[in-house]
T-cell receptor
Framework: EAGVAQSPRYKIIEKRQSVAFWCNPISGHATLYWYQQILGQGPKLLIQFQNNGVVDDSQLPKDRFSAERLKGVDSTLKIQPAKLEDSAVYLC??????????FGPGTRLTVL | GENVEQHPSTLSVQEGDSAVIKCTYSDSASNYFPWYKQELGKGPQLIID?????GEKKDQRIAVTLNKTAKHFSLHITETQPEDSAVYFCAAHRGNYGQNFVFGPGTRLSVLP
């Protein structure tokens, strides 16, 4: 079974630029999560989808972050404009039930 | 909201010794407690989990214990090996759709040969 795929793996941008990350969950997984992991910290949930509907986006900085999940499969997370403090690893995870989640390798974002 | 604390932040053990990592949580409604292992450059991988109706769970060299009264749970690794070196995260979840996984800050475990 293929795992969660994410791209790109690394991205370097300057502040005020925009960036987008892509996630392809495990086939058949209805739940999809985006996390932000700042160096030395645990992952923090940004947004949770159930199929193509948003379940929780209470911790998503909506003035600059947006996410969508087209047709309940792939998802994109966008930051516009980026700030220095957005430098982090962005993790995507998917799952089949309430508690399950399988993580992708993440995208490491550096904002200069 | 839920708050998860984790100790220690770093842990070094000799190969073959045991390692114990402890977490505390604040929300008494949390009832699912997974542990993840994150190796360098990879996403977290689930290694063991426990639900609130169970006090202990074991899988080969890894075990987790839960004390719901005290709101703490622990990861025990016996006969540690160099490949156990990684960052370990605990998390807590209420067990319902729409509820967040709240992660601890992580423990960097180093197993010295």
């Amino acid at each position: 079974e293929a795992g969660v795929a994410q791209s790109p793996r690394y991205k370097i941008i300057e502040k005020r630029q925009s960036v987008a990350f892509w996630c392809n969950p495990i086939s058949g997984h209805a739940t999809l999560y985006w996390y932000q992991q700042i160096l030395g910290q645990g992952p923090k949930l940004l947004i949770q989808f159930q199929n193509n509907g948003v379940v929780d986006d209470s911790q998503l900085p909506k003035d600059r972050f947006s996410a969508e999940r087209l047709k309940g499969v792939d998802s994109t997370l966008k930051i516009q404009p980026a700030k220095l403090e957005d430098s982090a690893v962005y993790l995507c995870a998917s799952g089949t039930g309430v508690n399950t989640q399988y993580f992708g390798p993440g995208t490491r974002l550096t904002v200069l | 909201g839920e708050n998860v604390e984790q100790h220690p932040s770093t842990l070094s053990v000799q190969e073959g010794d045991s390692a114990v990592i402890k977490c505390t949580y604040s929300d008494s409604a949390s009832n699912y407690f997974p542990w993840y292992k994150q190796e360098l450059g990879k996403g977290p991988q689930l290694i063991i989990d426990i639900r609130s109706n169970v006090g202990e769970k074991k899988d080969q060299r890894i075990a987790v214990t839960l004390n719901k009264t005290a709101k703490h749970f622990s990861l025990h690794i016996t006969e540690t090996q160099p490949e156990d070196s990684a960052v370990y995260f605990c998390a807590a979840h209420r067990g319902n759709y729409g509820q967040n996984f709240v992660f601890g800050p992580g423990t960097r475990l180093s197993v010295l040969p």
